[in-house]
């Protein structure tokens, strides 16, 4: 699905028809069913046209929920740093998805790989976005700029990163993240005063 396509219209419905096009595809695969898109839509209740909106081919699909398998949700992942400093949850949410992005370094390779070479664009789950987002709910930023800082801190966490500090800088595991608290650490005490990190 193109950036485009999410950008436009009903943004949280395009997000929740992606979530349940993903909850029916992981129903399947617990059942251990061999699926194709044409049963994704048929248990989700979403038109054929709608998945292939979503995901061009049952591969990406199917890379895309092994991955989600594995991933804890953005609430359950804040819950965790509840009682802890904007600065603790926002560093413990990076360590949280860059081990997720070395547990699952194969997985998510395989993915961008088959999403890259795939005829349509697809945007994936933004699962680092709404997480952010939770963590920064509470401070006082304007929604743009909150935005900003959250597309921003993002960029540090993931696979993205993972692959760009292996495969171009020739860092190890822990050189990666290493590095990477440190880049939002600094980005941290550059945006907020200290009172609030």
């Given at each position: 699905m193109s950036d485009k396509y999410f950008k436009t219209g009903r943004v949280k419905q395009k997000f929740e028809t992606r979530g349940k096009i993903l909850k029916s595809a992981k129903e399947l695969v617990k059942q251990g069913t061999k699926f194709n898109l044409e049963d994704v839509a048929s248990k989700s209740g979403i038109s054929r046209a709608t998945i292939y909106r979503y995901y061009s081919n049952v591969e990406i699909l199917s890379y895309e929920v092994g991955i989600d398998l594995r991933t804890k949700s953005p609430e359950d992942i804040i819950e965790e740093y509840n009682d802890s400093s904007l600065k603790d949850m926002i560093l413990g949410i990076q360590n949280y998805y860059n081990d997720h992005a070395l547990k699952n370094e194969n997985a998510f390779r395989k993915f961008l790989s088959a999403s890259l070479t795939s005829a349509s664009e697809k945007k994936r789950g933004a699962r680092r976005n709404q997480t952010l987002q939770l963590a920064l709910k509470q401070t006082n930023m304007s929604k743009k700029e909150k935005t900003k800082l959250v597309n921003l801190l993002a960029i540090l966490m993931g696979i993205e990163p993972l692959i760009v500090s292996k495969d171009v800088s020739g860092l190890n595991n822990g050189e990666f993240k290493e590095l990477l608290s440190w880049?939002?650490?600094?980005?941290?005490?550059?945006?907020?005063?200290?009172?609030?990190?």
């Open positions: 880049g939002m650490e600094l980005i941290l005490r550059g945006y907020f005063n200290e009172s609030l990190i």
